[in-house]
Each structure stands twice: as structure tokens, then as C-alpha cells.
């Protein structure tokens, strides 16, 4: 079984559209984060949230909307895509302070 | 200027060769961490350090962390194509009771051991 799993993997989508990622875990955290990775490999977290709360919210466009339904899902919302939005994306969770584990990605490319 | 900086950005060796990759922040770390992440892939958890002085190893990768907590190497023996990817130093910067478990990245260093 996945620890962290995403949907979807890829997702290509034009310009102004609206999408989202899902994200769940089954290991049983408190802790979930969404990260991004843009095209130089750098890896900044945008929210965490801690058993449904939010916690972290950087500092990300008001376009980006975490939405955690429970404990063990954390999705992301995104409107009005921009091309700047294009990078991966990765969820993650923790419970204490080791963030050890990481989802697979989503790679989102904006055309 | 970033708060953890890796060097180097790009490594390429021979196979057995031996390496290492260095992570430097101007803070105290609280936690640091080292993952792994291969292409299309996501990030595998290597070893965390916590303490002053600490050293982990796990098969032929050690990492330390310094005394002063500002800065830790992974150090590869024998170098496998196996070991090929992309090598990310996270930290902890908060620590005690505010830590939030967010984590600052490196840049990352990108690795490719030539059979």
C-alpha cells in the first residue's frame, strides 16, 4: 500500500482553467503539507495543515485553496491557472517532527 | 540569498568513486534532514539528525551533522549508479515548542555515477 498518494500524476490544462490534486494518506498522521518544486528543483512548502486545521500558509497566491476533509486528506485547489503555476507538486505527511514521508508528485504543466 | 545552501549544484563520478555533498545554513538546524528523489519520482526519506555531532549511516551513505548545528555532509563510499538522482538537505529551523514540522530545502544536487 502507498504511505502518501496523489492524483494525478500529470495533469496538462490550458490557462485560466480550474483544477485540483488529491492527496491521502494512510498512515495514520496528524501532519499534512503540499510542497512545490519548481523547474530549478527547489522545494518550498505552500500549507500544512494539522488534523484538519490550517497551521502554515505561506505566502501563495489566494488561487491556491487546501482543503482537508479529514485527517487524512489534503487536496489542492487551484483557480485561474498561470503558466508561473506550472511545477510539481508534492504532499506530504508527518507525525512529530520527522517529515519523512513524500506522494509521488503531480506534475502540472500550464499550455 | 538562500537559507540552506548545497554544494555542489551538479556532481559527476566514476563509478566507486567516493563523494560528498555538503549542506550550510547560517542558522541553527533543529532537525536535518536528507532525502533522495529520482526523476518523475517523489522524495525518499535517507536519514534525519538531530544532535550536535551526530552521524548516521545506512548501507554506503553516512551523514553527519557538525557540533555547531549549521552544517552536515552525506558522504557516498563506493559510489553505484543505483545512487544516481537528485539529493535534497532539509531543515528545521523553528524547533522547540513552535516547530510546525515545515521544512526549508536546499537546492538540491544532482548526482550521475558513470559506469
Known amino acids: 500500500d502507498t504511505a502518501v498518494s496523489q492524483t494525478p500524476k500529470y495533469l496538462v490544462t490550458q490557462m485560466g482553467n480550474d483544477k485540483s490534486i488529491k492527496c491521502e494518506q494512510n498512515?495514520?498522521?496528524?501532519?499534512m503539507y503540499w510542497y512545490k518544486q519548481d523547474s530549478k528543483k527547489f522545494l518550498k512548502i505552500m500549507f500544512s495543515?494539522?488534523?484538519?486545521?490550517?497551521?502554515i500558509n505561506e505566502t501563495v497566491p489566494n488561487r491556491f485553496s487546501p482543503k482537508s476533509p479529514d485527517k487524512a486528506h489534503l487536496n489542492l485547489h487551484i483557480n485561474s491557472l498561470e503558466l508561473g503555476d506550472s511545477a510539481v507538486y508534492f504532499c506530504?505527511?508527518?507525525?512529530?517532527?520527522?517529515?519523512?514521508?513524500f506522494g509521488q508528485g503531480t506534475r502540472l504543466t500550464v499550455v | 540569498s538562500q537559507e540552506l545552501e548545497q554544494s555542489p549544484q551538479s556532481l559527476i563520478v566514476q563509478e566507486g568513486k567516493n563523494l560528498t555533498i555538503n549542506c550550510t545554513s547560517s542558522?541553527?538546524?533543529?532537525?536535518l534532514y536528507w532525502y533522495k528523489q529520482k526523476y518523475g519520482e517523489g522524495l525518499i526519506f535517507l536519514m534525519m539528525?538531530?544532535?550536535?555531532?551526530e552521524e548516521k549511516s545506512h548501507e554506503k551513505i553516512t551523514a553527519k551533522l557538525d557540533e555547531k548545528k549549521q552544517q552536515s555532509s552525506l558522504h557516498i563510499t563506493a559510489s553505484q549508479p543505483s545512487h544516481a538522482g537528485i539529493y535534497l538537505c532539509?531543515?528545521?529551523?523553528?524547533?522547540?515548542?513552535?516547530?510546525?514540522?515545515?521544512?526549508?530545502f536546499g537546492q538540491g544536487t544532482t548526482l550521475q555515477v558513470k559506469p
Open positions: 506530504a505527511s508527518s507525525q512529530g517532527q520527522a517529515l519523512a514521508f
Open positions: 498512515l495514520g498522521h496528524d501532519t
Open positions: 495543515y494539522n488534523n484538519k486545521e490550517l497551521i
Open positions: 542558522k541553527t538546524l533543529y532537525g
Open positions: 539528525l538531530q544532535k550536535g555531532g
Open positions: 532539509g531543515a528545521d529551523m523553528t524547533g522547540g515548542s513552535g516547530n510546525t514540522g515545515k521544512l526549508i
